[in-house]
């Protein structure tokens, strides 16, 4: 065997090697809600049936019931339409099972939004039970526009999809990190990296163009990490709204009814995502 055979069988391993890793992952995000269960056939006997709830989740569930119509109207008032269908909420009080169906097979993280489904932890009707509104809103916005998208078409890149809901949601997400510190960040060159296309595939994920600094021992980097990039994103959302209001509604408009969005970014502002970005660098000073 010559040594070229046996790079090119090498290149191939290779190549199946990560086809597989990559399969892996998307079997790991698919299968919570093909195979564990769907969380809408969970208990949902209040008033609002949008609400499902695990069993000994009642009282919480109530509780975000009452919730959800301003959560929903304020989406609805933001994003400048109608839910495509109407969302539903479950709320967990299993950690495990909570885990095994947001996709990520994490616990610690407080809610996610999947196939129309916005997924609670059970630390929303416990120790994060402050947090809940914000949340709620936060995830129904992003049940409202991949709910207009459908599921083929290009995702947004997510600093565009998580700043619009932190915006929504007066900072649901990012309750770690206030609008001062995310600046200060910004200044001191911790700042995320914005483009035109790219997913976070997790939240260690999140790119930042110099990582930022725990902010002390034993702090929980992870998470005060994952609120600076969500407040940074909702900062500069926030910009391009107040900037050129009519072009941040026209953007929404063309994300929702499925363009990609660097075509669809360029077609309402008339110029590139990177000026955009800037111009408000320098309106913060970083």
């Given amino acids: ?3 070229w055979h046996l790079l090119k069988i090498i290149g191939v391993a290779l190549m199946l090697f990560l086809a597989y890793q990559s399969v892996g992952s998307l079997v790991k995000r698919l299968t919570p809600l ?3 269960a769907d969380p809408a056939v969970l208990a949902s006997d209040l008033d609002d049936a949008r609400v499902h709830f695990q069993p000994g989740g009642e009282a919480c569930a109530r ?3 009452a919730l959800m119509g301003e959560a929903t109207a304020r989406v609805v008032e933001a994003q400048g339409r109608p839910f495509n269908k109407e969302p539903i909420v479950v709320v967990y009080t299993s ?6 169906s947001n996709g990520y097979d994490d616990a610690s993280i407080s809610a996610t939004a999947r196939s129309g489904r916005v997924l609670l932890s059970p630390a929303l009707c416990n120790e994060d039970r402050p947090k809940l509104k914000r949340v709620l809103t936060h995830e ?3 049940t409202h526009l991949f709910g207009w998208r459908g599921v083929i078409a290009e995702r947004p890149p997510s600093w565009f999809s998580e700043g619009l809901a932190v915006l929504i949601s007066d900072g649901g997400g990012a309750e ?5 510190e995310a600046r200060q960040a910004l200044k001191d060159g911790f700042a995320i990296k914005v483009a035109d296309k790219g997913i976070w595939r997790d939240f260690n994920s999140i790119p930042f163009e110099k990582e930022p600094k725990p902010k002390g021992e034993g702090a929980d980097f992870f998470h005060y990490r994952q609120n600076l990039a969500f ?6 959302a926030a910009f391009l709204k107040r900037e050129q209001p009519e072009a941040f509604a026209k953007l929404l408009t063309s994300l929702q009814d499925g363009a990609d969005f660097d075509d669809a970014f360029k077609q309402a502002y008339g110029q590139s995502l990177g000026q955009e970005w800037l111009r408000f660098r320098d309106s913060v000073g970083g």
């Fill in 231 to 236: 407040r940074q994103a909702g900062l500069f």
């Fill in 176 to 180: 770690g990190v206030d609008d001062k």
């Fill in 1 to 3: 065997m010559t040594i």
């Fill in 140 to 142: 129904l916005s992003h």
């Fill in 95 to 100: 950690y495990g099972d909570y885990g095994r």
């Fill in 63 to 65: 509780d975000v019931a």
């Fill in 34 to 36: 093909s195979l564990f």
